[in-house]
């Protein structure tokens, strides 16, 4: 049995092969940025509530749970910015290329 997908578009039996310019570039993911970025602002976030001497008045977790809202959300921001950058980096790096489609011969579906 053959599905109705199984042919390329634009690329029918005895025609020219359909031909397309593409670009290709290697894109950031911007996740494992964020991440980074949100890891980084934890750590730092422990390293100002306990390695730095503060004011005795203050409960050092809740310094603690102050500067890791603050420096996690700062450090996923600068983690966008980064992807960005590198974003704009990859996209003047870019190169173009041409495709074209190749039929598609179906398949022999015989079941035994």
């Known amino acids: 049995m053959v599905s109705e997908h199984s042919h390329i578009v634009g690329a029918s039996e ?15 993911k911007f996740v494992p940025f964020m991440i980074l970025g949100g890891v980084l602002g934890i750590i730092v976030a422990a390293f100002v509530a ?4 503060g004011d005795t008045s203050f409960d050092t977790g809740a310094v603690f749970g102050f500067f890791l809202v603050s420096f996690a959300a700062t450090g996923v921001l600068l983690g966008c910015v980064a992807a960005l950058v590198f974003d704009k980096i990859s996209l003047k790096r870019s190169e ?4 074209e489609s ?3 011969a179906p398949e022999d579906d015989e079941e035994a």
Not at 50 to 53: K, L, S
Request: no cysteine; glycine share 12%; net charge positive.
């Open 14 to 28: 005895g025609s020219n092969p359909e031909r397309r310019g593409i670009t290709v570039r290697r894109a950031p």
């Open 50 to 53: 306990y390695g730095i001497p």
């Open 96 to 99: 173009r290329a041409v495709v």
């Open 102 to 104: 190749v039929p598609h």
